[in-house]
T-cell receptor
């Protein structure tokens, strides 16, 4: 049973445009949500997180939105750059339990 | 600054052979350590975590084991590999155990292919 789902395996965007990566979850008890970014031959690196008491968190070009009623979160990258091309993982957990990761979405930003 | 080293980067092993993957962390004391695996077409799955020397918790039953002989060393082992053990293995550390407010910091991973 997949508790964290990233239904789009890939996304292609032009440089300068907005990239929107989506993630759905099933466990209403999750209280923290994170996004990780992974380049080939490297481990994932932490990008941005949001707690369940918020609906938006922003860090530079990256913004995460949380819609608890829809059990949906999204990562917006504006403007997108070629260096943003990577696999993006959504993850979630309740405090004290293991992070549950989605399968990832591969973002390709073309110049 | 903290760094995490994981080796080897790639490994091809025959079925039934043993396995030993090593991970070390520098620049921090008493880290919480983790082994994750990503099988083909799946998300990252937590295999083991450790809060201290000799303390190992297993998240899923499997053909693998983990050990923590030193504070900043974490080892993933198997006595006899199965084909289903193929995957991408990641070591990680965090300040707070299993708490999302303390992000995981991953190594570069080991691509294991069991033939």
């Amino acid at each position: 049973d997949q508790q964290v789902k990233q239904n789009s395996p890939s996304l292609s965007v032009q440089e300068g445009r907005i990239s929107i990566l989506n993630c759905d979850y099933t466990n209403s008890m999750f209280d923290y949500f994170l996004w990780y970014k992974k380049y080939p031959a490297e481990g994932p690196t932490f990008l941005i997180s949001i707690s369940s008491i918020k609906d938006k968190n922003e860090d530079g070009r990256f913004t995460v939105f949380l819609n608890k009623s829809a059990k949906h979160l999204s990562l917006h990258i504006v403007p997108s750059q070629p260096g943003d091309s990577a696999v993006y993982f959504c993850a979630a957990n309740q405090a004290g339990t293991a992070l549950i990761f989605g399968k990832g979405t591969t973002l390709s930003v073309s110049s | 600054s903290q760094t995490i080293h994981q080796w080897p980067a790639t490994l091809v092993q025959p079925v039934g052979s043993p396995l030993s993957l090593e991970c070390t962390v520098e620049g921090t004391s008493n880290p919480n350590l983790y082994w994750y695996r990503q099988a083909a077409g799946r998300g990252l799955q937590l295999l083991f975590y450790s809060v201290g020397i000799g303390q190992i918790s297993s998240e899923v039953p499997q053909n693998l084991s983990a050990s923590r002989p030193q504070d900043r060393q974490f080892i993933l082992s198997s006595k006899k590999l199965l084909l289903s053990d193929s995957g991408f293995y990641l070591c990680a550390w965090s300040v707070l155990l299993l708490h999302a407010g303390s992000p995981l910091h991953f190594g570069n991973g080991t691509r294991l292919t069991v033939t």
